[in-house]
Structures are given as C-alpha cells and as structure tokens.
C-alpha cells in the first residue's frame, strides 16, 4: 500500500496493538489499507509469536507478520508480554504499552474488544490496551517518566470474531469499499498462509464486511466499537449512516 | 443567529422534530444553533401546541416558539398529531411525517428518544420519525405517490431529560462550546418563558452540556443518540473524543 | 422440496408468519428447506401483498410467493389486517393470528423479531404473534371460541435483516448445510425476481449465514431467536456449539 | 443412581468443575443425576477443599464430597489451585484445566457463571474453565504438548446462587422432574450436612427448581446458561418450551 | 388484615392497578398485606372481570376478588377497559387512570411491570399506568380538568410471573415475613379458587418468594421494580440488603 | 462537620475505601458530610498517596486528604496496596480491606463502581471491595481468623467520573441539599487543591449533582449504585422518588 501525496503532517499515527501476528489483518486490515492510503501513519505493535497456535511456528509467523505490515504499509515491531495463550492482565504490561503510546504518540489506537468469550489473550490485551491509553495521560507514573505524557483523542477496539462483537456499544462502520482496499486487505489476510491453510479465517472477514457494507449501502464495511462517546464539531461528519434496510 | 457566508448547498438540511413547543430547543438547541451557524438550513416541524402543559396557553407557546426558531435560524411549522399528551402510535401519522420527510428531503432527522420512561408524547414521537424515515423511502406507499421517495442518511435522537436517554446507545457528543452557540442557545430556551418560570429547565439543560463538556474536555457539549451506526469514509472525523478522565 | 418418507405424524406443523411476500424466505428459508424435508408439515401466514414495496405489483409479489412456497413444499395463505407498511398493533389482529394458531395446531411458530430498529410492519407483527401464542391457549376469548384452546411449544424469532437481530437473546443456530438445502433456499428466495433486481438480498441472507456457519463450524447456519428458554430433557440435544473460533 | 443399560459408548463423558466441595451439587445436582442415569459419565473436578467457609473442616467436606459424588454416579477429584476464597485468574490454572479437558475428552463442560457479583471464587473458575475450554484446543501451548487437543461442543454455566443469574444470556432448562431424580438430587445435597446445617441451601435450590418447573409446566428444572450459542441440525430437539404462564 | 392503631394520615394511599381480578393477589399481596398492617389505605383498582381467561366466569371471578380484597383491607373498584385479553394502549386508557390517580391521591402506585413477554394486557397496563402517573402531574389535560394535578412519588411494578422481571432494573426487595402476613396473603391467593384449582399459581408465588427471602435473609421477600431512582435523605433507610449468600 | 447530638449508637459505621486521596470527595463528599451530620460514624481508608497524578506530591495530596477527612468529619488512614496506577486484583489485597470490614464492622461499605471504562485503579479497588464484603462474612478465612466475621449490610458503589455509572443498576439518588451540606462538600473538594487547579473537578461535580438534583426535584443530590437490591420492611422509606420530569 504507497501512501498518498497528502502531507502526513496532517494526520496523526495510527497505533495498532495485536495479540498474536494475524489479528490485525484479520479483524481491521481492510481499515489500515484505507487509513495507509489516506496518507496516516500506521504502526503495528504484536504482543506474542504466536507459538500456542495450532498452525505455524513462531518463526514462520513473524516472517508472515512482517510480510503482511510491509504489504500494508504499516510499521511493525514485537513485544514480549506472557506470551501467546499465557496473557495476564498486569500492570506492567499496561505501563508497557503506555510507554509505546508515549513513544509513537497516536491520535487514534486500536484494540481488541474486551468481550470475554473469545480468545483469552484478546479480551486481556483489550483491557491493557484500555489501561494504557489512560496511564499514558498520568504524569506521575515512575515508570514512564522519561517520556512526555501524551493523551490519545480516540480508542477503537475491532471484533478479531463475530462473537468478540460487544452488544451494549454502538460501532462505528468504516467503508472499506474499492478495488484497491479490498486487494490489498485480502493480500495481508493471505500472507498467514500458515493459519489460512487451516481455516476460513479470509472467507470468514470478507463475509462480515460484505453483510456490513450491504446493511450500510456499500461493497464492504468494518465494524469498529469505540471505547467512549465521539465528540464531533458538527453535524457534518455524520452525513453516511448504516441504514441500508 | 445569522448564517455564515458558506454556500447552503453544501449542506443538505436538517430536519426536527419535536412533540412540544419547547422540546428542540431545551434538547439540542444548541447544535441547531450549531448547525445554522455553519451554513445548514434547519426545519422544526411541532406536533402539538403544548396545551396539556401546565403553564403557557396554546397561543402564548407558539408564539414563543415562533420567536426561538427565528432567533435560532430555522424554520417553523406546526402539524396536528392527537394534541399534546395524546399522542397515540398510528401508521397515519408515521406516513404524516414521511411526507414531510419527501418534502424536506433532510439528510439528518432528528427526534426524541424512544426510551419510554418519560413524557408519553415524546418517545411516540420518536417511534413515528423512526417509522416515518423508512416510509419516506418504500415507493409504493399509496399516500405518498405525490412525492418521490427520499432516503435519509441519519436519524439521531435526543433526550429531553436525563431519564430519556438510552443506556444501550453510545451517544455523539456535538461539541456547543463558544460565547455565540452559548447565548444563542440560551435565548432560545429563555424565549419559552412560560415554562421557565416554573421549572429550571434552562440550568437542567446547561449543567447536563456542562457535565458532557468536561467529560470530553470541552465546554459545553450535548449528547446526541444515533439511530443506527455511522458509516464514515475513514477515521478521520474521529480525531476527538470524549476523554476528559 | 419433497418430503422424506419418514411419517409425518411425528412432527407437529410449523406455522410462519410473514409480514410480507419474501420475508420468509429471506430470513429463514434454509430452516423451512431443512425442516420440509425432514418430513414436517409447513405453512406460511402472509400479512400484505407487499404494496408499499419499491419494487414489483401486489400480483407479482403474490404469485411469487406461491411459486416460492411451493417449491420449498410449505403451504401458503394469505391475510389482510392494515396493509403493507400500515401495520398498526391491534388487539383484533392478534386473535385473528390466534385463530390461526388454533387451527394448524403447530408446536413451533416463527415470526419475526420485536426489535424496533427494522421495517415498521417486521416488529409489530412480531408483537402480534409473541401475543397470538397467548391468546391460543386462554379458553375465555369470545372471538375463538369456535376452536380449541392450543398451546404451541415453541416461539421462534427470526431477523430479516442484521440490525433486526436482539442483542439480549441468544440466539440458537440452525445448520442449514448441505447442497440440496443451500440450493432449495437460494431458489425460493431468487422467485421473488422483483426484490432481487433491486437489491442484494440474496447475497445478504448467504453471508450472514456463512459467517454463523464458519463461526459454529458448518458450511452454513441461521440464527433464530427463542421467545421462551428451551426445556430439554437432558443435555444430549446441546451436543453441538457454535464454537468455531 | 445407577446407569441404565443403554452403552455408555453414545454418551461423550460430562466434565463438571466446581470451586468448593458442595457447589456442583447445589447448582446442578438434578441435572447430574438426570445425565448418569441417562447413562452418560459424569467427572467432578473440585479446586479446593472449602477450607474458608464458615462451617465444617476440610476432611469432613472432602468426606462430604466423596459420598455425595459417588450417590450421583459421578467420578471425583480434587485439584489446587490457591485454596478457597484465594482463587486468582492466572494463566496457569486456565493451563491446569485445559489438560483436565484434555485428558477427559468431555462433550460438555459445566463451571459456575462469570457473574461477578457472587462469591469470588465462583466467577474466577468460571473464567478459567471459559478459558480452559479454549485451550484444550490450541495446539502449541507447550504445556499441553503430551496431550492430544480437544474441542468440546459445549460449555454451560451454572448458578449456585440466584444473583449468580446471568440476565444476558437467554438460559436453557433442564427438566429434573421425577421422584428419583429429585430423591437423588436432595440426598446428594443433604451429604454437605456441614454446610446445609446452618444454612437453607436445600430449601434454596428446590424453591429454584421448583419456580423454573412452574414456570415450564413441569416438576422441578433447572437453568443452565449456554456459553455459546446452540447449533442444532433442526427444530426437533426444540419441541418443548418454558411457555407456563 | 386490621389496621393498625396508627393513624392512617401518617402514610399516604397506595393505588395498585391489576389487569385481572387476581393478578394483584398473586403479584404482591404480601406487600398490600404489610402496608395495610403498618395502616396505609390501599386502593385496588381491577380493570377487566377476567372473562378471557380459562377458568372461572366473570362473576365468580368478580365475587373471588371482592373477598380476597377485603380480607387483605384493601377497597376495591372495577373500571372498563378494552376487556380481558382485549386490551389496547391507548391516550384515552390512560387518561382514565390519571384521572384515578387525582381522585385517589396515591404516594406510591403499583402497576405490572412493562417487560413485553407475559401476557398482553399486563404490560400494556404498565405502560398506560407509567403514563397515567406522569399525566395525572399535567395541568393543561382537558379531560382532567375538573381534579386538581397530583403527583405521586413513586412508581412500583410487580411481576405476575417470572418472565416478567425486568432484567435491567434493580429490584427492592420488600420483606414480607411472619405469620400474621404470610397467612393474609395465602388466604387472599386462595380465595381465587376458580384459579388455583388448574394450576399451581399459589405455590409458584410462594416458591418465588422463599428463594428472594433465602437470598435476602429473611422468611419471605416480594421483589418490586422502581420506575425510576429512588431518593432518599440519608443512607439510614438502606440499613439491610439481599446478601444473603 | 460537627455531629449532632443524636446518639451514635444508632448508627453502625460507614467505611468508605477510596483508590486516591480525593476520590471519595469528589464523588460522594456530599453523602459523606450528610451522614456524619446525622450522626453516623464514617471511616476512610485511602489505598494510595496518588503518587502517579499529574499534579501534586504524594506528601502534599495525603495532607489535603487529612485537612479534608478531618473537615467533613470523618476518620481516615492510608493502607498499601500496589501503589498508584499500579493496582491488581489479587486474593491478598481483597483480605487487607476484609481485615479492616472486620475491625470497623460497618452497617454500609462505599467503593467505586467496578465499570471499566475508567481509572484503572478505580474499578479494580470496586472489585477488591466487593470482594472482601464477602471475605469478611467467611468464617474459616485462615489470615483473617484473629478477627471475628462480619456481615455488612449493604454495599454502595460510587461513580468518581460519570463514564464510571453503570447502565445496568439502577441507582439510588442520596439529597445532599442544603447549605450546610454544599459548603462541606464543596470546601472539602477544594482542599484538594493540588488537583483543582488544573482540572475542574470542583464544577464537574456540582453540575452532575444539580442535574441528579433537578432531576429528582430537589436542590443537589448524588447517585450511589448498589451493589445488590435492597431490603425494606415496608414501602415507606420510598416515599420520595425522582421524577421532576
């Protein structure tokens, strides 16, 4: 995905955290396509190898992650937390992720939903992705002195399955319409060709988005849950609505 | 409050309904104010006269509310439902009001909340403009044939009193803040002053927009509930949010 | 859909209420396939002609139901109450669908969802029906006394679009897999030509039944909402979960 | 209770965890002796010996345990975690269960609800059996590499008290009526005579049961609440309803 | 029931609306028999003879709720609705009942609860007498005029039965232990024998309220659902709560 | 605050656990300077010294905490946990606040409500005491058996921010009008000092309390969520309720 001519100065980075290498691609991937291409810096941030997965090894899975982000975009780095299917909710880990909040200074940050029935480490990573957001903010936390504190505008969490889906927050659908995203999307989903393989998992995103679009009148749309209320100037931005029945 | 320079075309109108004649007013005058001030053209339709109310006589009511909608910039007029705490749920009236909504041909609606734990006319005023923005668009209404069917892009409601609003929709903060917004929205309901001198629906309002705006690190703000999940290009226009804690 | 050779007599007829032509097949045609051909006994309740529709005459839309119904092998009536898009909740109405009930006896019985966010006419008859199910078996309503009371086993809900599937029920996935039942639902839903050339509904009502199915691991399911908690004698009917994931 | 002949080759084995020595019994007894005589094997796994409660020693509750399990026809075993009203949710006890899972191969896992609102212990094992479940799937947890993953079909929660009642989840009822499923259900209850002394329990649970039979139109049921959504093949296994009022 | 020496000018009357001449009886008339124990005047106020129901003619229904009133000391009248099973929410319905309401003074009114899932007319008559409290308080309702505004301080629903508990409201627990009300309220439910000789109505409101009583500590508790937050001058009154477990 | 004359012995203590040294101020000073004027004996226990803020020392905040505990009249001391930003839900920490519910034997415990969405520390404290509101009653708890068990009788929640107010229980409003009152709370807020100058916590606080205020048709009044329902005698404590509107 090449960025747009567009001035990047005019966008703040996107700063994307993920459990495992895939997650990313698989639950927003079509966003990040979108966004990359608007011109806004994405980072990537994968908190395991993804070794307790069923398919490929840790090895295997970076070298697909890399791949994918590259193909996005995206920055990528990993971080060490517990490690797949061992994920904790600590508050270390949180001052971790705030310090990469303090470092990258994002305006908008992505998560996992924090839906319990889902994937143990993506509800947990939710939760520290949440704590993080706000320990960035607090400028007496010891650990992160070193760094200014910066205060995020936005928190969106993405649905890795449709039960990780919250019922009790409004989402937000972002068009993820055209040829180009939707390439791009599906070329990142299929470089974990180690989970493919084993899995519907591309079938399965581009069917969501596909019920998502034709409910909100477009091709294709992700459905984003906000972790609070978005405050807008005006009207205007609000000026496409899911309202396709 | 006076237009700005800014092309009207560029913004499709706003249209708003209210059951009585100082509910738009004390619910979200603020973003009419708003609204106007970009540039938007914005129409109340009123349902009734307000002649159960305790204080205020039919005439003395729509006169103020003649006086706030001029003062706000938006048009004016009053239909006949079942008269003020009357109203009764009718395929009739929801095609009444889909009609006005083929005539308007509004990009955004706004109504009452369908919480029904409030003033009986309000949350059945906002089921017949939910039913009614989906009639306006069915061709074959036989009472609409007259007029060409008109899809709407939003319909967003609001909440009169803090009881009305709902606990299973994430609301929109518009933000209000700023002296003109401020005075503008402030005559307005003030111009209702057969109600204000009984009740202190004026402070209600502007420590409920207060409580909003210090939440999203703003002044004033008034929280908005939307009808069905927004449909935005990109992330863009989320670049705020409510994140004042 | 022919029936299988298995007796009839030891399934109870489902009785499905549609507010209109095509909304049976939509929402639930894969059930109705499946069902038919295990050997039980269907019928279809139709509530308009689908006048108010966009989209094909009252006598098109008629004729393709019963091409429709015919080919999954349910049987077909039709009943006037208010008109398409003009549905009004009625007392009258419920004991006419009452009547019905006491007539085919059925154990189960579907209508569409109560969720109010959907076409006007899907809720209420969804409230029509829930008090249909009532009113069958109270042995006191003068208008039925001319039949025995009946008491239906089941209430089922289906969802004709996503936004009307309720977010406080658990839904209960039926697998509608399998060639033969994929092919018998795509056609009934594909009679109804008049809707179809307008919108993608097909293709709507196949990805939300894909992705249920990736979710629970069968090629394809539909989610119904129950009206009441299930009674099972044991847990051996549970041994199958949608746990795709 | 003795199993009835039929094999018990038709039956995948009924994994139960519970976090004190009396609770499975309270929650779910009837359900339990419905299954064994159904002939379907049953496990307990209990995570402590109920060392802080206020009433009987751990050697009498383990006693207690003992006896009770064996009246039900079901194995028993005892596990540490960190001894009761100590439970932390740590990913390595989620580990502990998911090789229970494995080593068991259940079709269906019962643990307490993740209602939070009840003793502490309870909604912690309920988290780490949701997770477990999942576990006992992923291929790579190192951990687990001498076992063979499992996928169960099934994960139901348990209530051992009424706020224990998730009001989210649409519940499922088992019907225990029938003189010897209740005469096994009560006397495994009264084996815990350290705890049924200074407490009504057994009152407790039959009111419970009783209320949900009332409620269902028959003797005595109990709810279990689905941790997934159900997929069935038809409507077969729906043919009864909780439709007494 | 007597009333206490107490003068009744202490407590304000209690309004109880029920859709059938029993529902009160089973609903709550261990509150109705406490409050008149404490010396309150409590109103019932029955709005259809039950002649939709299966058992029982109007006037041996009538003559059962005449006696069962008195015994419990609570005056009684019938008013005309739309009849059993028959009943429609309507302006006029609740105009009626607000008109009751200016007449009778109440602090506190009962009325069933507005879950939609129980019979018909219970929660219609809900939300009529939601909307009745709220109408009663408008000075301007022409059909009122004639009887001064009244507003009462409290709205309390009761479930007839389980399914009617709202899920998303906290209940108030009222304690209705001892003898003395036990046996009035007994007494009143038994005298709707026409009733309770087809089904277990009185044991099911016995078992329900043993199992809130369990949960809360006490012999028997009834639970009631507020319309809305209660206030209250110091935390005094909230000196005991359903811990029981 | 000055006590009044009325005995204390009527009054079980209040013991109200606070994450930071102005958390209980800010969000239920006005409860807490009401109680101790009617009497009740109200004890602080502060669980950081705030050192993670960004305004103000740990030395300086704990001697606002001390001048504003001592203004309201209430006692208070700080215990450790984790320390600021830095809190975990752990066993040990929920038996050091059960070992203080066993020394102070309150009637009523005040913690933070346990929604998530908010300071990390503040739901996590909401959890611990929930928690040890339990532990206190278990009877065989081995570090806390120097201490005889403790039933409380209710548990309140506080919202310290209003994204902190749960949508699932309903609250209870405590009217905290009066001038006496409102100078305490707001005199015991601005000891804060160090944080009131960069926020507006003081006016955040008023205005959320004079919205509840209007609400409820008195001049402030604050809302505490409990944490199970209430028992009452009889329905006379409710004679108060909150319906201005």
């Not at 995203?181 to 070329?187: D, E, N």
């Amino acid at each position: 995905m090449k960025r747009t001519l567009k001035s990047q100065t005019d966008l703040v980075p996107l700063l994307a955290f993920g459990a495992h290498p895939d997650d990313l691609e698989f639950a927003c991937g079509g966003v990040v396509a979108k966004e990359v291409l608007l011109g806004r810096p994405v980072n990537f941030v994968i908190c395991s190898r993804g070794e307790a997965g069923s398919h490929g090894t840790p090895k295997q899975r970076v070298a697909e992650a890399k791949k994918s982000a590259k193909l996005l975009g995206a920055s990528l780095e990993f971080i060490e937390l517990d490690g797949d299917a061992h994920l904790e909710i600590k508050s270390g880990h949180a001052i971790k992720l705030a310090r990469i909040v303090r470092r990258v200074k994002p305006g908008i940050v992505l998560g996992p939903t924090v839906v319990e029935n889902q994937h143990p480490d993506h509800w947990r990573l939710g939760c520290l992705v949440r704590d993080a957001a706000r320990l960035a903010r607090y400028g007496g936390v010891k650990e992160l002195r070193n760094a200014a504190p910066h205060a995020i505008q936005q928190l969106l969490f993405y649905a890795v399955t449709p039960e990780a889906e919250p019922s009790d927050v409004t989402p937000v659908f972002i068009d993820v319409s055209g040829p180009e995203i939707a390439a791009a999307w599906t070329a990142a989903m299929r470089m974990h060709s180690s989970q493919t393989v084993a899995r519907a998992y591309v079938e399965l995103q581009l069917a969501r988005a596909r019920a998502n679009g034709l409910r909100a009148g477009v091709d294709h749309a992700i459905a984003l849950f906000p972790g609070n209320p978005f405050l807008l100037d005006s009207l205007a931005p609000l000026s496409r609505g899911a309202r396709g029945f």
